[in-house]
Nanobody, 129 residues
Framework: QVQLVESGGGLVQAGGSLSLSCAAS????????VGWFRQAPGKEREFVAV????????YYADSVKGRFTISRDNAKNTVYLQMNSLKPEDTAVYYC??????????????????????WGQGTQVTVSS
């Protein structure tokens, strides 16, 4: 059983930056790939970014590519999402999630929420125009 706690959300003006953290406990963190997803009001949950168990592979949604950066520190059991050049359309609840990853490479279905075994409670990000 893995517990995930997100933090770092808040209110920011368009063009600003926020850094989200996802702290994990209760499992062997380095055996899990970690993803970030978001859900805006009235919209479906969408994939944002993912990082492999050792951080060697990262993928991003097209909508955030070049603006968001995912990273991890396995010694601290924490994954980060640095969000720059924020837009009002980035407003959503952001969730981190993990799935057990036996290999070092990410599977091709990393963007599917159903792939993930454990989820955090989410943190609100609001970008004002």
């Amino acid at each position: 059983q893995v517990q995930l706690v997100e933090s770092g959300g808040g209110l920011v003006q368009a063009g600003g930056s926020l850094s989200l953290s996802c702290a994990a406990s209760g499992g062997t963190f380095s055996s899990y790939a970690v993803g970030w997803f978001r859900q805006a009001p009235g919209k479906e949950r969408e994939f944002v970014a993912v990082i492999s168990r050792r951080g060697g592979s990262k993928y991003y949604a097209d909508s955030v590519k070049g603006r968001f950066t995912i990273s991890r520190d396995n010694a601290k059991n924490t994954v980060y999402l640095q969000m720059n050049s924020l837009k009002p359309e980035d407003t959503a609840v952001y969730y981190c999630a993990v799935f057990h990853s036996p290999g070092y490479a990410l599977p091709t279905d990393y963007y599917r929420g159903e792939k993930y075994d454990y989820w955090g409670q989410g943190t609100q990000v609001t970008v004002s125009s």
